[in-house]
């Protein structure tokens, strides 16, 4: 139903402003964890509540739930991966863990359709769904110490302090180099060569 998946996409909007909210009394990690739990107790009522046509009102509902979890969740999940990734490696990282966002989103909807289209009970498939929110949890309580990891990642790795360090002398040397190479003076190339 459109007008489900709209009052989904609304939901966003509160749901991101939840998520500012918590991370700033608690912090991002535990705003995570508290999405990841609205957004699995939300799909296992889901599989439970919806039964059949003419339940429009509760698909809203639950349509309005999965979207604040969503907006929620993005929001409290990025925050925590810009915080922890050490000084230096920002790009790297946060291609891998956008790379790893994605090479696995598919397999929810796969788990639904192949279900759904062998004739299980589409309450199985929508519970299915939920049995990845609830891996996410699980995965959330193992993390570490978020304090320490933000402490880490602020120290940054000292081979890349060194390595931007030589770059910064090797873009040094260029510019020296070609201020010598200008005036003419023999000097300046033999002191850069």
């Known amino acids: 139903n459109g007008i489900a998946i709209l009052v989904m996409f609304i939901g966003t909007v ?13 912090n991002p990690l535990w705003s995570a964890k508290i999405a990841v739990t609205i957004m699995t107790v939300n799909t296992a009522l889901a599989a439970v509540l919806l039964t059949g046509p003419g339940q429009q ?3 809203y509902i639950i349509g309005g739930i ?6 929620w969740k993005y929001t409290a999940e990025r925050c925590i991966v810009c915080q922890v990734i050490p000084k230096g490696q920002d790009a790297e990282l946060m291609g891998y863990y956008l790379f790893c966002g994605q090479i696995l ?3 929810p909807s796969l788990i639904f359709t192949i279900l759904n289209e062998n004739g299980v009970n589409m309450r199985i498939g929508i519970a299915s769904v939920g049995a990845f929110f609830l891996i996410a949890l699980v995965a959330y309580f193992i993390m570490g110490n978020y304090k320490e990891a933000m402490r ?3 120290e ?6 060194d ?8 873009s040094d040397t260029k510019v020296n180099a070609s ?9 300046c190339r033999a002191e850069n060569a």
């Open 163 to 170: 390595a931007a360090g030589s770059l910064s002398e090797a």
């Open 14 to 26: 509160p749901g991101a402003l939840l998520s500012k909210y918590c991370t700033n009394r608690l």
């Open 105 to 107: 989103l598919w397999l």
């Open 179 to 187: 201020a010598c190479e200008e005036d003419g003076s023999t000097t």
């Open 66 to 71: 999965w979207g604040v979890g969503t907006g």
């Open 152 to 154: 880490v990642a602020a």
């Open 57 to 59: 009102i509760r698909t």
């Open 156 to 161: 940054g790795n000292g081979a890349d302090d």
